[in-house]
Nanobody, 123 residues
Framework: QVQLVESGGGLVQAGGSLRLSCAAS????????MGWFRQAAGKAREFVAA????????NYADSVKGRFTISGDNAKNTVYLQMNSLKPEDTAVYLC????????????????WGPGTQVSVSS
């Protein structure tokens, strides 16, 4: 089994920054890449960002482009999300996931998920 654990969430004022981390452990798993999703209270889970190990391609949701940066280390199965210029609407539980293939912005492409970390942005 593959386990993913996120860290780095917290409470921050609007305009502030946070850096989320996610590390995978467990049985050997060669992923195509990793991604971040978020789910606000009462809303559907949505794609935030993804990184593809081969070629280093990065994808972002329009709502976070220019503010969030995804990075990672394939050898360590670790991914980070640097979040700058945070807004109250960024408040959500942020989940990392490991991708086995398919479209980077689809939840179905990610068989392994972490439990999530809460990010709260006050106005």
């Amino acid at each position: 089994q593959v386990q993913l654990v996120e860290s780095g969430g917290g409470l921050v004022q609007a305009g502030g920054s946070l850096r989320l981390s996610c590390a995978a452990s467990g049985r050997t798993f060669s992923s195509y890449g990793m991604g971040w999703f978020r789910q606000a209270a009462g809303k559907a889970r949505e794609f935030v960002a993804a990184i593809t190990w081969s070629g280093g391609g990065k994808n972002y949701a329009d709502s976070v482009k220019g503010r969030f940066t995804i990075s990672g280390d394939n050898a360590k199965n670790t991914v980070y999300l640097q979040m700058n210029s945070l807004k109250p609407e960024d408040t959500a539980v942020y989940l990392c996931a490991a991708r086995s293939g398919g479209n980077v912005n689809l939840q179905s492409a990610y068989p392994y998920w972490g439990p999530g970390t809460q990010v709260s942005v006050s106005s």
